[in-house]
């Protein structure tokens, strides 16, 4: 293995999403999660919340794995910031008791 090889082998993208609320943000984090990243692609997607930031990392072997996994990722979070602006923000919900 060359050593430009063992440095391909550990690419990783972390990306912090800015939303107007932490609502908004919980909305887009539980319709992007669902979206897993195919096994024998190599790229490894993880997704976190923190209060109005969507926290992502992308990981992977091959930057061109990774570059699709990220593109199919912004094409995506582009549909959930659409779809939020036409509809308004979500509301919040509340339970009855």
Known sequence: ??????????????????FPSSREAEVAYQVLRVDKEPSRGGVTKKLALNNNLLEVSFSGNEARKVRVGLTSFFNSL??????????GPPEPTYNHH
């Open 1 to 18: 293995m060359t050593s430009e090889n063992a440095v391909m082998s550990n690419l990783k993208v972390d990306l912090s999403v800015p």
């Open 78 to 87: 582009q549909l959930v910031i659409e779809t939020i602006r036409q509809f």
